[in-house]
Every structure is written in C-alpha cells, then in structure tokens.
C-alpha cells in the first residue's frame, strides 16, 4: 500500500498508512453524495473510493460535480493504480474493484447488475488491506450490499458508518433489518459523517505518534546498545589488526624465505650435472633435472605420467622392484646399469622422498656417470699388470749382473767393480730406450754410447 504523510524523526522519516474511506452508493443516493462531500475535506494522508451500484444510472457531470466540492484530485480507477493520498477514486461501471498490496485490482463483474455485490466486494478486500486503517460509509439505497463489508470492517478494527434516513418510521425500519445501518458503529446524516472521519483520523495519528515514540524509544535504546557493541567490535577489530598486521609480516617473510628457498632449489636442480628423477608413490614423474633427459625422454608436460610410459636408453624397468622396496622398507638401494646402445654406464642410487610433514611421497633416482671411471679403473689394472711385468724382467736382469759379476771376480772388490759398472751400463740403456718407447732405438748407436762411456774415441 502506498504509504504518505512522511514526517522526521530523529533525524529519519516516519511514514503513516493512508487512511482509505470507501464510499457505497446507489443512483438514488446522488444527494446524500454531495450532502457529504460538502462537509469532507480530503487529507494528503487520505483516500476516498467511491464503489457505486449501478453506476451507468449515475448522472455522471453531476456526480463529478458533487465529489469536486472537497479539495481532492477525481480520478478514475484502473487496473494496477497505485493508492495515492489526497484522491477520491471512481470505481470503474460493470467492473468489480478490490484492492490488494496498496494497488486496485479491477475485473469484469460475471454477475448481472442486480446480483453484483459491488459494494461489498470493495469493503471486504479494504479491511483485509487496511484494517483500522479503513472507514467504511454507507450511503442509503444499497440494499443489502454493504452489509457484509459493514461487518467484516468491525471485525477487522475498521470504522463503519451508514447513512441515517430523515424519516423516523422508515429509519427504524431499516435499522432492525439486515442491512449495513443494523450493524455499523455509527448511524449519522451524510453531512456529519465528515466530522466523525476526522476525529477518527485524528485518533489514528496519535496511536501512531504514541506508537512512533515507543517505538523510535525502543530504537534508541536498541541503538546504544548497538554503539556499545560496535565500540566493543572496533577495539576487538583493532587488536585483530594488530594481530594480522604481525602475522601478515611474518607471513610475507616466511613468503620471501620460500620463494628464495625455491629459486635456491630451481637452480640448483637445472645446474647439478647429476641426471635426477624425482617419482611419486604411484611411480608417476613429479619433476626432474635438465641432465635426465640425456637416459630418459623427458619433456616438461611429462609431469605426472607413469614412468612406465617414457622411453629410456637404459633398462630402468629393472628399477621397478627395488623402488617399490624402498618405498615399502625406507632403506636406500644403489645398483649399476648400461645402456645396450652406447656402453655407458651408470651408478643407480634410489632414496625415500620425505614431503614437507615428513611424509614418504615417493622416490628420488639419480644417475651418475660413471663410464671414464670404469675406463680409468680397466687401464690401472693393466698399468699395474705391465708394470709387474717389466719389475719382473728387470730384476731378472739384476739377478744376471749380479751372477756374471761374481763368475768374473776373484776378489770382493773386483765383484763391486765389475757389478757397479754392469749396473750402470744396464741404467744407461734402460735411459735411451725409455725415451721413446714407441721409436725404439738403434743396437749401433747404443754400443757406440756404450764405448763412450769408457773413454772410446770416436772412429776407435
């Protein structure tokens, strides 16, 4: 419902109910009409409808003229207008007019005109709207039709008045009958029916001014409270600040420290030289090092696929069981693999990868080359075997100097003698023919250096 007569309050605005007042009449009760809109004065706060019988055996300029004597707006009623203060409204002819949710509601009456209630169909959905915000008056000549609007009103705390008939014998008449004079609150000529409207508008306005300063009382009290409260919040919400303030610092430098322990951790993973797989429990790539893709066909979307799917240069389903022991025992595993095609072979070692709650997630795999180690470790042993090889051969050398030496000496000091200059005669050889050991060198040249030694001239 349209609601008028805003007024301030503390700061805010009151709103008040228009006081709607439906009007029933009859074609024979067009002087009661203007007998009572010669009295009325139409509120900004109030509305008048008239629902009248019969309407097309209304006079209409003259009933147009009798509503113009109050000082509201005429304005015929449509389908979906809105309830507005300071209006007298004329229900539409061989329609019925109710009223719902503050707008009119007009359909085609089903009825003939003597079986249409209009009136009542008007007053009943007026007090189920409006309640005692509604007046119900009753002009005479209706019938029967305004009795139950007459009496639903009253029920619903509305005001109800019907027309007093000037003749005594035919008022008394009425009044014992079933019409709305023999159950509304007041029965009263039409020209004093305006005066009892605004005493009753009056006595809405204080109930509602009472009812305003109890309430806006009781909002001013629920207000304090709310100001307590809210102060209660803003200090609860300033130590909360604060506790955000400090944890949003640390929380920003912890940030800081991850994002370098991140990029500490990126780099080293595409610097180390050391191919690693880094696998979860479900034997699917969770990330690896750059120097992987050199055994497996990795590529940055092979994240999260089985490992069984990638094609390797080694055997690395050999690795499936022992990663499932390590994941199964926690114990670490090293082996050794080659790959078939290059003879490259490397050292295997599968540890636990423990998350950050120290959750066993999967496994780290890493691959060490260790192909020239192997190569260096083959060419020692074969170092080591020549060189126990030529010891032998030269100590049976010694052995021989030493037995010719004593064959030829008749005397310690000739053995010395003889052993001393063999040995060095043997030293000098070994000398020129070391230098080149792949050259090889000349039998003359080696017994002309020999004779030298001995103070041989050259050509002797």
Do not use: W
């Not at 019925?96 to 008007?122: S, Y």
């Not at 119900?136 to 007093?164: C, F, S």
């Not at 090092?289 to 069984?308: K, N, S």
């Not at 240069?313 to 050794?336: G, K």
Request: charged content about 25%; aromatic content about 4%; overall charge negative.
């Amino acid at each position: 419902m349209n609601e008028v007569g805003d007024q301030p309050v503390g700061g805010e605005r009151q709103t008040r109910a228009a006081l709607i007042i439906g009007v029933g009449a009859s074609p024979g009760s067009l002087d009661s009409i203007a007998r009572l809109f010669a009295r009325l004065t139409v509120g900004a706060d109030q509305a008048i409808v008239l629902a009248l019988q019969h309407h097309q055996a209304f006079d209409g300029p003259r009933l147009r003229e009798a509503v113009r004597n109050s000082n509201g707006k005429v304005v015929g009623i449509a389908d979906g207008h809105a309830v507005e203060g300071g209006t007298i409204y004329l229900c539409p002819p061989a329609m019925i007019t109710t009223i719902r949710d503050g707008r009119f509601v007009v359909r085609k009456a089903g009825q003939a005109p003597d079986e249409r209630a209009t009136i009542d169909g008007f007053l009943v959905s007026l007090a189920e709207e409006s309640a005692e915000h509604s007046i119900g008056v009753l002009l005479a000549g209706t019938g029967d039709d305004g009795m139950l609007g007459t009496a639903t009103l009253k029920e619903h705390g509305g005001l109800a008045i019907a027309e007093r008939i000037a003749s005594p014998e035919q008022a008394a008449h009425l009044a014992g009958g079933n019409t709305p004079a023999s159950v509304a609150d007041y029965v009263l000529p039409p020209e004093e029916i305006p005066a009892y409207i605004q005493v009753y508008a009056r006595h809405l306005r204080r109930l509602e001014e009472k009812s305003s300063n109890e309430r806006y009382q009781s909002l001013n009290n629920e207000l304090r409270s709310v100001n307590e409260q809210l102060a209660t919040s803003r200090a609860e919400l300033q130590s909360v600040n604060e506790e955000l303030t400090s944890v949003s610092g640390e929380l920003a430098r912890r940030v800081q420290q991850l994002t370098r322990a991140s990029s500490d951790i990126k780099n080293l993973l595409e610097s180390t030289q050391i191919a690693t797989l880094f696998l979860d429990t479900d034997l699917c790539v969770m990330n690896f090092t750059p120097a992987i893709t050199q055994i497996l066909h990795l590529v940055e979307t092979d994240t999260g696929r089985p490992i069984a799917h990638i094609k390797a240069r080694i055997p690395i389903e050999e690795l499936y069981d022992d990663i499932r022991r390590v994941l199964r025992t926690l114990a670490s595993v090293e082996r050794e693999l080659s790959a078939p095609d290059s003879g490259t072979r490397y050292i295997v070692r599968i540890l636990p990868y423990r998350n950050i709650d120290d959750v066993i997630a999967g496994v780290v795999i890493t691959f060490v080359d260790v192909t020239a180690i192997t190569r260096a470790e083959a060419r020692q042993r074969l170092l080591q075997a020549e060189l126990q090889h030529r010891v032998r051969n030269t100590l049976g050398v010694v052995r021989s100097i030493a037995r010719r030496s004593a064959e030829t000496s008749s005397t310690v000091e000739d053995y010395a003698s003889h052993h001393d200059g063999r040995l060095n005669a043997f030293a000098r050889t070994q000398a020129m023919v070391t230098r080149d050991p792949e050259g090889g060198i000349d039998l003359e040249y080696l017994v002309v250096e020999e004779l030298l030694a001995y103070n041989a001239r050259e050509g002797e």
